[in-house]
């Protein structure tokens, strides 16, 4: 949702505006993310730690199993270059998820997926068809997703990124 869109329905829904930004603030937060090597760093909810690599080539950000991501980058790539080039890696491979996802869900929703791009996820596209958070909306989102609450009880449990 863009801003222009956005806008009237933050100012057309004031309580829900107060409590979703109160719940926000007394969240945790991660603290800043460093570039070194064994610093911890998340992606899709899991920790990993960081292993920097300073060599000639191109950049890359590869996962190493379930518990360290490796970044190579060239010796003279300073810290906040690192940061743009883990943040690009990682959105990089994020699309790549979303885009499965928008293969599963395309039959589903006949073709709304697609146009959607990537920023759609199961929630989202399943008001495509039904505007609320009702027993509809429940069971249609229970069809290819039936593990979603828990997983969204673990979303609503994470700790945030500094911003």
């Given at each position: 949702m863009t801003k222009p869109y956005a806008w009237p329905y933050v100012v057309g829904k004031p309580r829900w505006t107060k409590r979703q930004r109160a719940q926000l603030q007394t969240q945790p937060t991660q603290s800043q993310r460093r570039m070194v090597?064994?610093?911890?760093?998340?992606?899709l909810g899991q920790r990993y730690r960081l292993r920097v690599i300073e060599e000639g080539g191109s950049h890359r950000l590869p996962l190493r199993g379930k518990a360290s991501m490796l970044l190579t980058v060239r010796s003279d790539t300073t810290p906040e270059k690192?940061?743009?080039?883990?943040?690009?890696?990682?959105?990089?491979?994020?699309?790549?998820?979303?885009?499965?996802?928008?293969d599963k869900w395309q039959p589903i929703l006949g073709g709304y997926g697609q146009r959607l791009g990537y920023q759609a996820h199961e929630d989202q596209m399943t008001h495509l068809l039904e505007r609320h958070h009702n027993e509809r909306f429940t069971g249609l989102l229970d069809q290819p997703l039936p593990q979603w609450r828990p997983l969204r009880e673990e979303?609503?449990?994470?700790?945030l990124a500094e911003f």
């Open positions: 090597s064994d610093a911890s760093h998340y992606f690192k940061q743009e080039i883990h943040h690009t890696l990682c959105r990089a491979e994020l699309k790549k998820l979303v885009s499965e996802l928008l979303l609503n449990g994470l700790v």
